[in-house]
C-alpha cells in the first residue's frame, strides 16, 4: 500500500531525510520510531503528498508521488485518515461538523453522516462533546476528535502523528483500544510516536528512525 | 450530496468571517455605485446634449402657390424616403400659430394675406444622422416641384453631433477607469477575506478536497457578496436621485429605475466581479497548498 524506494528528502536548511526503503502492506500495523526531529512528520507527510521526495520514489495506493496530478492527490487522501500532530481542527465550527468534514466532502448522504459520526464519537468517549467547539476541548479531547475524524470515513490506511502525545494513561489506552479495533477491521495503521511504552504495551513491527535515517526495521 | 456542502460551508464560510464579508461587500457597493454614477452621468449628459438640439434636423419649405395635392405628392416621397424616422406637417395657419406664439403678434393682424409657407419638419433615425446622408436628401428634395426651400442648419448639427462623439470617447475612458480602479480595490479586499480562510483550505485539501471542492463553497460566497453589494448599491443611487429630486438640486431626464437593464447590469458586473475576484484569491492560496 505504502513503498518508499531510496527516497531522499532535503530541506533548504540543510536538514535531510536519507535512503529510506520500506513497504507497509494491507493490513499491517507498524510503529514509526524515533526522537524529536528524527523525521517522523516528515515520512507522513511524504506519504500524505504533502512533501516529495528530492531523490527516490514514494509509491502509495498505486500512485507515485513525483508528478502525481492534484486531484489524485485528493483521491488518495480520501482513503487515508490522518491523525495529525497539530489536530488541524476547524475552530470555526462544533466537534459533530469537524468529524462529519470528510464525509461532506465525499458526498455521503445526511443520515449515513449522522450515524457513523455518532457511532465514533461514542466509541471515543465524546458523545456529550459533539456541539462544543474545539476551542472548550481539554488537548487531550481534541486529539481525540482529531482521531475520530481520520477513523470516520473507515479508510485504508490510518497514519496517526503522536496521537496519545497529550493524553493520561487511561485516555491513551482507550485512544490505542479504537486504533487497534480499526485495525482489526482491515485498515493499515502506521503509528508515529517517541514513547518506548507504547510499543511494549503492544507489539507490532517497528522501523526507529533518527536523524532522518532508518535505524532499524524489526518485526515482532 | 456535494452540492450541499458546497452551499453549506459557503454559507458557514459568510457567519464565521462576518467582518471581512461586510467589507468586501461594502467595496463592492462602493465600486458599483461609482460605476453606476458614471453611467448614468454619460446618459444624462447626451440626453441634456441632446435637447440642445432643434426638436428635428431640417425644415422643408414649400412654395406658396403648392396646392393640396402637390403637398400630398411630396408628404409621400418624404415618407417613404429611406432612413426617415418621423415626419410633421406644418400648415400656413399652424406657421401663424407659431409666429405668434414667438413674437407676440399676429402676422394675420398686420397683412391681410398670411406670407408664411407651410412645410414640413423631418427627423432621420440613429443610422441616418450623418451630414453626407442628409446632404444628398436635401438635393432630392430640392428638385421636387413645389418645394421652395430646404433648411438645415448644419453649423449647430455638426458641433452637437461633435460633442457628443467627445463625450462618448471621455466618458468611456473614464468609465473604464473608473471600473478598473474598482476591481483593483475589491480584488484586494476580496484577498484579505480569503486570507482569513486559510485554516479551512488548508484543511479540507488535506481531507481529501479536491481544488474544485475547496473553490466552489468560496465561489459561492463571491456570489452572495456580489450580489448584495449590486442591490446596495442600486438603493443607494436611487436615493441619490431621490434626494437630488426632493432639494430641487437637477430635473434628471434619466433615472436608474426606469433601466432595469442598468439595474441588472450593475447587479451581474457585481457577482461576476466578485465571484471571479474569490476564485483568483483562492487559486493564488491553492498553489501554496499541495
Ligand atoms: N518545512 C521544513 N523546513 C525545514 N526543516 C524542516 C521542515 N519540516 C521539518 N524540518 C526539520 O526536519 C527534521 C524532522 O522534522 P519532523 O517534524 O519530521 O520531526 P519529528 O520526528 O516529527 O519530530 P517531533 O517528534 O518533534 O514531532 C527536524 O529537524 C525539522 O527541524
Ligand atoms: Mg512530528
Known amino acids: 500500500m505504502i513503498s518508499f524506494d531510496n527516497v531522499h528528502l532535503r530541506f533548504d536548511t540543510g536538514i535531510s531525510l536519507r535512503d529510506l526503503n520500506f513497504d507497509i502492506e494491507k493490513n499491517e500495523f507498524v510503529y514509526l520510531y524515533g ?146 479495533k480499526i485495525h482489526a477491521g482491515g485498515t493499515s495503521v502506521l503509528f508515529a510516536t517517541h514513547k518506548e511504552h507504547i510499543l511494549k504495551q503492544e507489539p507490532a513491527r517497528t522501523i526507529s528512525i533518527d536523524s532522518g535515517e532508518i535505524i532499524q526495521d524489526r518485526s515482532v | 450530496m456535494k452540492l450541499s456542502y458546497i452551499i453549506r460551508e459557503g454559507i458557514i464560510g459568510i457567519s464565521r468571517s462576518r467582518m471581512p464579508f461586510m467589507n468586501s461587500v461594502f467595496s463592492v457597493t462602493i465600486a458599483l455605485v461609482f460605476v453606476g454614477i458614471g453611467i448614468l452621468s454619460v446618459d444624462n449628459g447626451l440626453q441634456y446634449i441632446g435637447d440642445l438640439q432643434a426638436d428635428y434636423d431640417l425644415e422643408i419649405f414649400l412654395n406658396n402657390e403648392s396646392g393640396m395635392k402637390e403637398t400630398r405628392q411630396i408628404a409621400a416621397i ?97 468609465l473604464f477607469l473608473i471600473i478598473l480602479s474598482t476591481v483593483f480595490l475589491t480584488a484586494n479586499n476580496l484577498r484579505l477575506m480569503i486570507l482569513a480562510r486559510y485554516e479551512f483550505i488548508e484543511a479540507v485539501r488535506l481531507l481529501g478536497a479536491s481544488d474544485f471542492m475547496v473553490k466552489a463553497p468560496f465561489f459561492l460566497e463571491g456570489g452572495i457578496l456580489g450580489f448584495l453589494g449590486g442591490i446596495i448599491a442600486v438603493l443607494i443611487i436611487i436615493g441619490l436621485e431621490t434626494a437630488l429630486d426632493v432639494y430641487q438640486i437637477i430635473d434628471l431626464p434619466i433615472r436608474i429605475m426606469n433601466y432595469p437593464e442598468v439595474i441588472l447590469g450593475l447587479i451581474l458586473f457585481g457577482i461576476s466581479l466578485s465571484a471571479l475576484g474569490v476564485l483568483k484569491s483562492v487559486r493564488r492560496m491553492l498553489r501554496f497548498v499541495a
Open chain 1, 35 to 180: 526522537p524529536s526531529g528524527s523525521g517522523k512528520t516528515s515520512i507522513l507527510k511524504l506519504i500524505y503528498m504533502d512533501l516529495f521526495p528530492n531523490d527516490g520514489q514514494v509509491k502509495v495506493l498505486g500512485h507515485v508521488s513525483t508528478g502525481i496530478k492534484r486531484r489524485d492527490i485528493a483521491r488518495i487522501r480520501q482513503r487515508i485518515g490522518m491523525v495529525f500532530q497539530k489536530f488541524r481542527l476547524l475552530s470555526d465550527r462544533d466537534i459533530y461538523s469537524n468529524i462529519a468534514l470528510p464525509l461532506e466532502i465525499q458526498g455521503h448522504k445526511s443520515n449515513e453522516i449522522r450515524r457513523k459520526v455518532v457511532h465514533v464519537a461514542d466509541e471515543l468517549g465524546l458523545h456529550s462533546r459533539l456541539h462544543h467547539f474545539p476551542h472548550e476541548l481539554s488537548g487531550g479531547e481534541q486529539q481525540r476528535v482529531a482521531l475520530a475524524r481520520s477513523t470516520v470515513n473507515s479508510p485504508d490506511i490510518i497514519l496517526a502523528d503522536e496521537p496519545t502525545a497529550h493524553l493520561d494513561e487511561k485516555a491513551s489506552a482507550e485512544v490505542m483500544e479504537w486504533i487497534w
Open chain 2, 78 to 174: 418624404i415618407t417613404e424616403y429611406p432612413g426617415i424616422l418621423r415626419v410633421e406637417y406644418l400648415s400656413k395657419e399652424d406657421a401663424a400659430a407659431l409666429y405668434n406664439a414667438e413674437f407676440g403678434e399676429d402676422v394675420l393682424s398686420l397683412l391681410d394675406d398670411n406670407p408664411l409657407p407651410s412645410s414640413f419638419r423631418v427627423n432621420f433615425d440613429e443610422n441616418h444622422r450623418s451630414i453626407a446622408y442628409i446632404q444628398s436628401f436635401i438635393q432630392s428634395m430640392e428638385f421636387l416641384e413645389g418645394v421652395d426651400e430646404v433648411m438645415f442648419k448644419k453649423d449647430l448639427f455638426d458641433r452637437v453631433q461633435g460633442i457628443m462623439q467627445k463625450v462618448y470617447t471621455i466618458a468611456a475612458a473614464a
